[in-house]
């Protein structure tokens, strides 16, 4: 089932992010995690497919089969194409469609540190051009609230982004942010550009200090400031910090609905505990809006 048609179903998307583990250790050791993420009901879950220019194409294929056949909840796997010539995306593609994959997130993917890319594409809305011509995959791509770091301004991110969707992208997941205003503004933004797909928030709690540092490198997130007084209160109190970043998280969901977003992409981190403290804070809201519209 391709994942737009779980948007013109619902009001409010609820999905989650989780990563594959590590090549040396063996699948089954997230099995556990799996089990418990589904037991929270997610709409749809997204595999990554490796930070800092890594692959983990493979294990990316294979988790999202496991998703979809074993635990029976609709999956999305990630797919970079910087580093990637034509025929290894074409093979990247049949596997995905023979393991009964229907959805795919289009990225560029980062850049590798050691070199120049290397692949036939140096942008997502080529990746998605070439997707749209070789299946019928359903495709999502990413979008930046507070802009990508490699480009010069907001409004030039949207440009971009909105080429992506014009060569077929069906929605969009931001990146982590910190500030609901920020996703408003751009929101508001991208609809004066003539994109009209849906936006899911992507969420993510920070719940100890090693995250602090990663979404930095990664992102350049804006710290609103009464998010750095939990951080500068809590960091040495692990227990205290990882709750207030709960509640921290939950505060951004609640107005998000309220303001009604499209959907909530929670990057888990493959914590199912956070992430079901979450979904049991808000779930009534969501349950809620979507009756509405059944109804």
């Known amino acids: ?48 497919y490796g930070a800092g220019g890594g692959v983990h194409k493979n294990r990316t294929c294979e988790l999202s089969s496991i998703i979809k056949e074993k635990y029976k909840v609709e999956a999305l796997a990630h797919l970079t194409c910087i580093n990637s010539d034509q025929r290894t995306l074409n093979k990247i593609l049949a596997r995905l469609k023979a393991k009964n994959i229907d959805n795919v997130l289009a990225l560029r993917g980062d850049k590798p540190v050691d070199g120049d890319p290397l692949g036939d594409y140096n942008y997502a809305y080529q990746l998605v051009e070439h997707i749209k011509q070789q299946t019928n995959f ?67 709690p920070v719940i100890n200090k090693k995250q602090v540092g990663r979404i930095i490198e990664l992102s350049d997130a804006y710290f609103p400031d009464k998010f750095q007084k939990i951080l500068d209160k809590y960091e040495d109190n692990p227990e205290a910090l990882r709750d207030a970043g709960i509640a921290y998280a939950v505060e951004q969901i609640v107005d998000l609905i309220s303001s009604e977003v499209d959907g909530i992409h929670l990057y888990t981190m493959n914590n199912p505990y956070v992430a079901r403290r979450i979904k049991e804070a808000v779930g009534s809201l969501i349950t809620h809006i979507n009756g509405k519209k059944v109804g």
Not at 143 to 157: A, F, N, R, V
């Open 1 to 48: 089932m391709k994942i737009k048609s779980i948007f013109d179903e619902k009001e409010v998307v609820f999905s989650l992010e989780v990563f594959p583990p590590r090549a040396d250790v063996p699948i089954e050791n997230i099995y556990q995690t799996l089990e418990e993420l589904k037991d929270i009901d997610p709409d749809y879950i997204s595999v990554t």
């Open 138 to 204: 359903g495709i999502a791509a990413a979008c930046y609230p507070e802009g990508h770091l490699e480009t010069e301004s907001l409004d030039q991110d949207i440009e971009y982004l909105k080429q992506k969707v014009d060569y077929g992208v069906d929605y969009l997941i931001s990146q982590m942010f910190f500030d609901n205003s920020l996703f408003y503004k751009f929101r508001d933004k991208v609809e004066e550009k003539g994109i009209n797909v849906p936006i899911e928030a992507g969420i993510m």
